[in-house]
Each structure stands twice: as structure tokens, then as C-alpha cells.
């Protein structure tokens, strides 16, 4: 039951946040497949998650440079939606919690776990922030 409250816990904070999640693999294909531009966090419920990747993809929700689409996919609980997701992603390996930054549906950049953990959020917003200025402006 524990288990249970802290992944719907993890959920609210980017339902809050203003992120659409993605639970199946046909969610993944519908979104990614489509014109535009997602940042999507691969979600999950370890403490550099909930420290320090929500909240920097919380704050980019108010970045003045726009994703078309805020999307999150959780490892460890949506496994064929995550799965799908990392399919996109070629050339780096799966790992959670990370961000990827898509334009019609490829992949330009990937922010990983080891980009996320001991480092403080707005280090991580600032590297967020370029890759936006990079591939979304």
C-alpha cells in the first residue's frame, strides 16, 4: 500500500504540473509520431525524481520558449509505455529519472540520470533551458 501512494504521488506531481501521461505504448506512438516538440520525463520513484527532475520539469512548464507537448512516462510502473518510449530515444541507455527533448518525434537531447543525481535543480533547468533554446525556438 506504501508503494502505491508514493508512485500516485510521483503521478500528481506531474498531473499538477501540467504533463500528460503516457501509460501505453499507443499513447507513446499517438504523441510522438505527430509534428512538433515534447519534453518528456521518464519518471520514476527515487529521491533525485521527486528532488530534483519534478521539480525542474514543474518550472519548465513556465519557461518563456514552449514545448508543443509535456509528456512523462514512468519507468518502473508503465513498463510497455516506458519501453515504447526509450525506443525513440536511440543511442542512449535506459535510465530514470531523465528528459528527453524531442522534435517530431527524434530525439536531439538527452538529459540522464547521471545529469540529474548530486546535482542541484536549477543546474538542471539551466541545461533544460538550452537544449529548448537549441531545438525549440
Do not use: W
Not at 30 to 57: E, H, Q, Y
Not at 88 to 94: E, N
Amino acid at each position: 500500500m506504501f508503494m502505491n501512494d508514493v508512485v500516485q504521488a510521483a503521478r500528481n506531481d506531474m498531473i499538477e504540473a501540467g504533463y500528460q501521461q503516457l501509460e501505453s505504448p499507443e499513447d507513446v506512438e499517438d504523441v510522438f509520431n505527430k509534428p512538433g516538440t515534447s519534453v518528456v520525463l521518464v519518471n520514476s520513484v527515487c529521491g533525485c525524481a521527486g528532488g530534483i527532475a519534478r521539480p525542474s520539469a514543474a518550472y519548465m512548464k513556465n519557461f518563456e520558449i514552449k514545448a508543443d507537448n509535456y509528456l512523462t512516462v514512468f519507468a518502473g510502473q508503465d513498463k510497455e509505455a516506458t519501453e515504447k518510449a526509450r525506443s525513440f530515444f536511440k543511442g542512449y541507455a535506459p535510465s530514470s529519472p531523465s528528459f528527453a527533448l524531442l522534435k517530431d518525434g527524434e530525439i536531439k537531447m538527452m538529459l540522464e540520470r547521471h545529469e540529474i543525481e548530486g546535482h542541484e535543480p536549477i543546474e538542471v533547468v539551466q541545461k533544460l533551458e538550452q537544449g529548448f533554446e537549441t531545438y525549440f525556438k
